[in-house]
């Protein structure tokens, strides 16, 4: 009976749409996460009856057909980069971007890769780096025994130096720019890499050109709304319930069907 496997690919869906729900509850509070949503597609149509189909000799056309549906299929987990809120930390390194934007990252392989995560330290030469250990683009060393760090809406990067009562810029924090943001390929550990979709990397400065402005002291929170998801998951679970009752009354009507050739 086809309404068998109909409703096991509405069952299927909805597991992963629950999957789906899960990780973001998960990342609630991941620092730049950004939530994902299942988004579904139905499946080809069998047309028994074709409408617009002539009805009979004398030319008369189907109002209506009969087109009879193969169930639902995953199109895809497209993620929401709306921005989430900046909390702060009063950290000297701990960095958020509000507006467009992603920081840098340079990876041991020597490829890039993106976050909106700005929970940054120093490594032992100096260098600002991100948890892992790799170096925010383009790289900056803070001087030995500098003091007052700071970093402005721009992303300059100043210290006052010994025996120096001014401060000095020492770099400058870079921000990149996609054109699809949503086509960006999440790796773990809160970053991105570009893919086609995403189109090219534009690098620029921040707090010009549309490039958001950076905010020391401050992180990003996850964009997940907690309340909507607990929404989406009850009605995730409702609609799992209904396909396997779909299931289980196909079964029943397949039950009476042989019990008649008994």
Not at 20 to 25: E, G, T
Not at 92 to 114: N, R, V
Not at 152 to 166: E, K
């Amino acid at each position: 009976m086809q309404a068998l496997q109909t409703a096991a690919t509405g069952m299927a869906a909805q597991e992963l749409n629950v999957q789906v729900i899960s990780n973001n509850i998960a990342n609630l509070q991941t620092t730049g996460y950004k939530k994902q949503t299942a988004s579904f597609q139905d499946l080809i149509y069998q047309h028994v009856r074709r409408v617009g189909a002539q009805a009979s000799e004398q030319g008369t056309i189907l109002p209506v057909g009969i087109d009879i549906g193969g169930g639902v299929k995953t199109a895809g987990t497209p993620r929401s980069m709306t921005q989430g809120t900046l909390s702060t930390t009063g950290n000297d390194l701990d960095l958020a971007i509000s507006g467009e934007g992603f920081f840098k990252i340079l990876m041991p392989d020597g490829t890039f890769q993106y976050t909106r995560d700005g929970t940054f330290q120093m490594d032992a030469t100096g260098r600002i780096v991100n948890a892992q250990g790799n170096p925010v683009q383009p790289t900056i060393t803070i001087p030995n025994n500098a003091s007052g760090l700071t970093v402005n809406a721009q992303g300059q990067v100043s210290v006052t130096l010994p025996g120096s009562t001014a401060s000095s810029i020492v770099g400058t924090i870079g921000l990149t720019r996609f054109l699809n943001k949503a086509g960006l390929q999440p790796v773990g550990n809160n970053l991105f890499t570009d893919t086609p979709s995403s189109g090219p990397p534009q690098d620029g400065n921040a707090n010009i050109d549309g490039y958001g402005s950076i905010m020391q002291g401050s992180l990003e929170q996850s964009n997940v709304d907690v309340v909507s998801e607990m929404s989406n998951l009850i009605s995730a679970q409702r609609a799992y319930e209904m396909n396997a009752k779909v299931v289980s009354a196909a079964d029943q009507m397949m039950q009476s069907t042989s019990g008649l050739f008994r």
